[in-house]
């Protein structure tokens, strides 16, 4: 599987874009979703303390 991320300054922040290709077969559209939802969870996290 190869991610590809960009990350773009926009006005009030920060576009976070990404694609995933050759996903494996095993890996379902829910859990897909769960694991990106989680890494973007984590870099906003790292992110705002960063920051402070």
Do not use: C, K
């Amino acid at each position: 599987m190869t991610m590809t991320w960009e990350v773009t300054a926009v006005e009030h922040g920060t576009l976070v874009e990404f694609r995933a290709e050759n996903v494996p077969a095993g890996i379902s559209a829910a859990d897909h979703a769960a694991g990106l939802n989680s890494s973007l969870a984590n870099l906003a996290e790292h992110l705002t303390s960063s920051s402070s």
